[in-house]
């Protein structure tokens, strides 16, 4: 039997939350349904699934479950992240404007200024801690507000109650993607979001062996919006992977408090080394946004970026070739710890002015701390940056 959402705790709600043993058989783990269609008794006779664009068992009970631990109703589980993206842009028509975050990850900004502004859409990348800066963009054609926090690369942190309120003022539909943080640690919807996004491909998957994103929302009307384009336009998540994507929400939480606590370590670290110049992680007091990391946030996360002394290309591909326990790679959010050069890998996408404008400078260096033993990943590190 089903437990009610409302009766679990967040930690419970990773097993159990939207979840029921299949009807066939009684499988606790709900089977990967690997079909493309349904037998029909009649025309439009069948139960509940007919083609699995549409619908398929194993991808709504990912579906379900990305509902509740995101305290959301509805949940969509899309082919990756940049495909539940793509999903929320196609809700506007060609002249409306979005504002987003000036740092946000590359791919995200690829798929706003290389694919939807030949279709008339307007985006403004801005510094989002700056409220009046935010308002100052609004205007008649404004539809959407995007927002990364923390954000990819630069760890900024987007006070998500304060651009909801100005949201909320000006009627415009406010979006929040939450791959950093997880639902373990923030929870958009219940700060003010209408839409939350994750690449489940992160930390929800959590095993750097699929790709599937996400969408999460409460309201109905714009649930229905979103189901109707995630079928017309076809993008959807796999069996395979949606069953991949399950079982690794039913760790999410014990792996969650791992990688934060190995990233305040690694971040602690970094920033006593004689060799480092700058360390980027909101748990540090002295992080612009330190405070609004606190009351939003239940922890800091893994992920930190840093620059060494030094600031050059030369000096992080230095230190990211020599790594041995990190792996130089794309992605995030795996049980092992990946290192990254956003200049050349993440954000090569965006604009070298425009990149370093936000902070995206060629010496930095991002990673994303594992659950390895911490001691193995500091000896890494020191060996690493000498």
Known sequence: MTMAKKELKFN??????????????GAVMPPI??????????????????????????????????????????????????????AVIKLLNPG?????????????????????????????????????????????????????????PMMNVVDIKAVSALA??????????????????????NLGADIVMHSATKYLGGHSDVVVGALIVNDKELADKLYFIQNASGAVCGPMDGFLTLRGI?????????????????????KGHPNIEKVYWPGFEDHPNH?????Q?????????????GGTFEDAVKIVEKLEVFTLAESLGGVESLAGHPASMTHASIPKEERENSGV????IRLSVGIEDVDDLIADLEQAIG
């Not at 029909?40 to 631990?69: D, K, M, V």
């Not at 205007?139 to 507000?145: F, G, I, P």
């Open 96 to 152: 409306d404007e979005v504002i987003s975050t000036n740092d946000l990850y590359g791919g995200s900004y690829r798929l706003f200024r290389q694919v939807f502004e030949k279709y008339g859409i307007v985006f403004h990348f801005i510094g989002m801690q700056d409220m009046v800066a935010i308002n100052e963009k609004i205007n008649e054609n404004t539809k959407l507000v995007w927002v990364e926090t923390p954000t990819n």
């Open 12 to 25: 419970s709600k990773t097993i159990h939350g939207g979840q029921r043993p299949d009807k066939a058989y």
């Open 291 to 295: 405070d609004i990391a606190k009351s």
């Open 250 to 270: 039913k760790t999410l939480h014990v792996r969650m408090q791992r990688h934060c606590e190995n990233g305040e370590t690694i971040a602690k670290y970094l």
């Open 297 to 309: 946030m239940n922890g800091f996360g893994g992920m930190i970026s840093f620059i060494p002394k």
């Open 168 to 189: 909320k003022k000006h009627d415009l539909l406010f979006a929040v993607d939450n791959t950093f943080a997880t639902p373990y640690l923030q929870q958009p919807l």
């Open 361 to 364: 400078v060629d010496a930095l």
């Open 33 to 86: 349904y690997q079909t493309s269609t349904y037998a029909q008794s009649t025309p439009g006779g069948h139960q509940g699934f007919e083609y699995s664009r549409s619908g398929n068992p194993t991808r709504t009970a990912l579906e379900n479950s990305l509902a509740s631990i995101e305290n959301g109703r509805y949940g969509l589980a899309f082919a990756s992240g940049l495909s539940a993206m793509d």
